[in-house]
C-alpha cells in the first residue's frame, strides 16, 4: 500500500510536468521564467513548494524530537519570515526589472566579477539544498521500501529528471500545485490524528511551544535556534529558487501578494510537523512506521516525496540556469527553427548539478541541517550586498567583494573549528582544537554575517562612489 501511494505521488508530478513541458516551444525565457506570465495561485504555490521541502517536514520533526519545538519549528518559521520580507521589501522591484536570474541583478549592480563570484556561491549553497532533500527521499525509501539509501536518493533524482529537463520552470510550477495540496492535507491529518490519539501535550518535559528557554537560554540551544532563524529568514532571501518564481509572475503586485500567501501557507503546513514531535516524542519516520494507521502513513510520506521532488526540481533548474547564464555567459537567443543555446546548456548542466548534490547527500545524511547550512552561506555572503546594494546607492562593487570575501573566510573558519553545526556533529570539515567548543555553535552565523556588514561599510564609506553602475535595473530581457 504505501509503494503504491508513494509511487502514485511520483507519478502525478511527473505526468503534470510533461503535460505542461509542450509549452516552452525552445524558448529558454518559458523554460526559466514560465514567460513571466504565471498567475497568483501558480506562482502562489510554486513559492510554497519550494519552501515546505523536506528538510522543513521530515527535518522538522527531527529537530524537535531530539531538541525540542522550537528547534524544529524555525524551520518552517525562518522560510515564512523569508517570504514575508521579500513581500514587503523584494518581490515588486526584483519582478520589474525583468531579470532571468538572481546573479543578474549583482551583474547590473556590481559588475561581472561580482556576478560571477555570487553565482558560484549559490551554485555551492544550492548543491547542498538539494542534497538535504535527496537525503530525505533515500531515508525514506530505505526504511519503508527495504531499497539501500543510495538506491533511495537516485530514485528520486530520477523522478525529478524526468520532468524538468523537459519542462523546466513550467513544470516545477504546476507539479508544485499537487506537492502543496498533497503535503497540506498530509500535515493536517497527521495533527488531527496525534491530537485525537495522545493529545498535543509535551512528551518530553521543556521542550514544548511555551517553554520558551529555548529561544533564551543558550544551553537549552537559544543561539541555535535563532541562527536557523536568522540564516532562513534572512539567508534565503537571496535564494534563486524563490527568485526565479518572482521573475515569472506576470506582475510586480502578483510576486508580492504571492509571497505573502506562501509566507502564511509554509507556517501553517510546517509548524504542525514540530508539534507532532514534541507531542510524541518521535521523529517522522518512526511515528509513521511503527504507530500511524496504513492510509495517514502513506498520505504523509506520498507529502514528503512530493515536497523533495518540487524542492529539487526547483533547485536543480535555477543553480544549473547560473551556471550557464552567469558563469558561463551563455545568454537568451531565440530565433524560430534554431535551437536556443541558453536552452539547451542549461538542461545539460542540470547533470553535473545533480551529480554534485547526489555525492553530498551521500557524504552527510542529515535532514533540516544542510537546509540550514545552505543558507547561512548565503547570510555570511551575499544578504549583505544585496540588500543594500538595492537599497543604498553608495556601494560599489570593491564593498560588494570585500562583503563577500570577509563573510566567506569567517564563516568557513568558525565552520571548521566548531565541532557541531546545528546541534549536529560536524562531520562535513571539522579540524580538532582546543579554542572552540560545542556551546560556540550558533555565534559563526551571527559573527559572520556582522564581518560581511563591516567590510562592505567600511569600503563603501572609504570609497567615494565613482558612479552606480546599472543605475536604471530595469528592462534586463531587453537588453540579454
Known amino acids: 500500500m504505501i509503494i503504491t501511494g508513494v509511487a502514485l505521488a511520483i507519478l502525478a508530478m511527473i505526468i503534470v510536468g510533461l503535460v505542461v513541458s509542450r509549452r516552452i516551444a525552445g524558448d529558454s525565457r518559458n523554460f526559466l521564467v514560465a514567460g513571466r506570465a504565471l498567475a497568483l495561485p501558480v506562482v502562489a504555490a510554486t513559492l510554497m513548494g519550494q519552501a515546505v521541502d523536506t528538510n522543513a517536514t521530515l527535518g522538522a520533526t527531527d529537530q524537535a524530537a531530539g531538541l525540542g519545538f522550537w528547534a524544529g519549528a524555525t524551520l518552517p518559521l525562518g522560510l515564512a519570515l523569508c517570504l514575508l520580507l521579500t513581500g514587503f521589501f523584494f518581490a515588486r522591484p526584483m519582478n520589474r526589472m525583468g531579470l532571468t536570474t538572481l ?74 500545485i499537487v506537492q502543496v495540496l ?20 509535551v512528551h518530553k518535559p521543556g521542550t514544548g511551544p511555551f517553554d520558551l528557554g529555548q529561544l533564551s537560554d543558550p544551553a537549552q540551544g537559544a543561539v541555535v ?7 532562513l529568514g534572512i539567508g534565503d532571501i537571496v535564494a534563486i529558487d524563490f527568485m526565479q518564481r518572482i521573475f515569472a509572475a506576470r506582475s510586480p503586485d502578483v510576486a508580492r501578494r504571492a509571497c505573502f500567501l506562501a509566507a502564511a501557507g509554509t507556517a501553517v503546513v510546517g509548524v504542525p510537523f514540530a508539534l507532532v514531535a514534541v507531542a510524541t516524542g518521535s521523529g ?18 506520498a507529502g514528503i516525496v512530493s515536497a523533495s521532488l518540487s524542492t529539487a526540481d526547483g533547485a536543480i533548474l535555477g ?23 541558453l536552452l539547451r546548456a542549461t538542461r545539460w548542466a542540470m547533470l ?45 562593487s570593491g564593498a560588494a567583494l570585500a562583503a563577500l570575501s570577509a563573510g566567506l573566510v569567517v564563516r568557513l573558519t568558525l565552520f571548521a573549528l566548531t565541532p557541531t553545526m546545528y546541534a549536529v556533529d560536524n562531520t562535513l570539515l571539522y579540524i580538532p582544537n582546543t579554542l572552540i567548543g560545542a556551546s560556540f555553535d550558533g ?33 534586463e530581457e531587453a537588453r540579454a
Open 319 to 341: 543553480t544549473a540556469a547560473v551556471a550557464v547564464r552567469n558563469v558561463g555567459g551563455t545568454r537568451r537567443v531565440h530565433e524560430p527553427g534554431r535551437a536556443d543555446p
Open 284 to 301: 517522522l519516520l518512526e511515528l509513521l512506521d511503527e504507530a500511524a494507521p496504513a492510509g495517514l502513513s502513506v498520505l504523509v510520506l
Open 225 to 231: 535556534n535563532w541562527a536557523t532563524l536568522a540564516a
Open 443 to 475: 555565534w559563526p552565523t551571527f559573527i559572520a554575517a556582522g564581518a560581511s556588514l563591516l567590510a562592505y561599510a567600511v569600503v563603501a564609506f572609504a570609497r567615494a562612489p565613482a558612479g552606480v553602475r546599472g543605475a536604471d535595473l530595469r528592462g
Open 103 to 176: 546573479p543578474d541583478f549583482f551583474r547590473l549592480r556590481y559588475g561581472r566579477a561580482v556576478e560571477v563570484a555570487a553565482a558560484l556561491l549559490m551554485i555551492a549553497a544550492f548543491a547542498i539544498l538539494v542534497a538535504g532533500n535527496l537525503v530525505a527521499g533515500g531515508f525514506l525509501f530505505e526504511r519503508f521500501l527495504g531499497t539501500p539509501y543510495s538506491a533511495g536518493v537516485l530514485i528520486i533524482v530520477a523522478a525529478v529528471l524526468t520532468y524538468t529537463l523537459a519542462g523546466g520552470i513550467l513544470s516545477d510550477a504546476y507539479s508544485s
Open 182 to 201: 498533497v503535503t497540506a492535507s498530509a500535515s493536517i491529518a497527521l495533527l488531527i490524528w496525534v491530537a485525537a490519539t495522545s493529545g498535543l501535550g
Open 352 to 396: 553535473p548539478v545533480v551529480g554534485g548534490a547526489v555525492l553530498l547527500a551521500l557524504r552527510v545524511p542529515q535532514t533540516g541541517v544542510l537546509l540550514t547550512l545552505a543558507f547561512d552561506l548565503m547570510l555570511a555572503c551575499l544578504a549583505v550586498p544585496f540588500v543594500l546594494g538595492m537599497f543604498w546607492r553608495r556601494g560599489s
